[in-house]
């Protein structure tokens, strides 16, 4: 049985977060609506809702459910769309993600709770667009970068094959507006994280940069950790004194 929790603190540190997944939504989930998932099949689940999510993340609801391996497989879906202009920076972030061991997949609506348009699991490593809203290059691009950008901070905790994320810039240096949008988008406990994820989101290139210093590693050598992030590496044997 896997929790999964909408970027909840399990941990005392504002730094660190041990969240199972990262949803990318229009609209806000109180932290009653997100339940333990335990394993489901597509015979029994509800779709549109958390236990869908669940069972997607697990693995064991997979029809609908593509590998993104290039651009190409985005454009084929939606071929009254122009995704020229964001091609390049798209496919450098899938090798990056490729690179350090996420991959990417295209999904069904019926496996995300309504308005959710993307998810980053940090136990599998991988992520997952709404089918449903991919046919928008920006919203696709966003919400790519969003989500690259929860995979960097799970890299920023020292290796992305754990399942706690950290905050990659310190607070006062996000920008207001991207901190206001995630004050009226997620709980209180997920915006250390997801206010610098919805600033990556609309900032071209921002999750690119990230996901580099994650494959070229150690990222916090590019990205100077906050104060309790490198308590936390030093502690855990990533960083010396």
């Not at 920008?175 to 709980?187: D, I, K, N, Q, V």
């Not at 915006?191 to 290139?205: D, H, N």
Request: proline fraction near 7%; glycine fraction near 6%; charge should be negative.
């Amino acid at each position: 049985m896997i929790k999964l929790l909408a970027a909840l603190l399990l941990g005392a540190s504002p730094a660190l977060a041990h969240p199972a997944f990262h949803p990318h939504h229009h609209g806000v989930d109180s932290v009653e609506n997100i339940t333990t998932m335990a394993h489901h099949t597509p015979d029994d689940v509800q779709p549109f809702t958390m236990a869908a999510m669940g069972c997607m993340l697990l693995e064991e609801c997979d029809e609908g459910v593509d590998k993104v391996v290039s651009m190409l497989d985005i454009a084929t879906e939606y071929p009254d769309s122009n995704y020229m202009p964001v091609t390049a920076e798209f496919n450098y972030m899938l090798s990056m993600l490729s690179s350090i061991g996420v991959d990417v997949y295209l999904a069904d609506a019926k496996w995300f709770p309504t308005s959710h348009r993307g998810v980053y699991h940090t136990v599998g490593n991988n992520f997952f667009l709404n089918r449903a809203y991919m046919g928008s290059p920006s919203t696709l691009m966003s919400v790519m970068r969003h989500e690259g950008w929860h995979a960097a901070q799970d890299c920023m905790a020292g290796t992305i094959d754990n399942s706690f994320i950290a905050i990659i810039m310190p607070e006062d240096q996000v920008p207001a507006l991207w901190r206001e949008l995630a004050e009226r988008t997620y709980p209180a406990n997920a915006l250390p994280w997801e206010a610098e994820a919805s600033w990556a989101g609309r900032t071209e290139g921002m999750t690119m940069d990230a996901l580099t210093a994650c494959a070229d590693g150690p990222m916090w050598e590019v990205y100077p950790p906050t104060p309790l992030t490198k308590k936390y590496l030093i502690e855990k044997g990533w960083m010396t004194e």
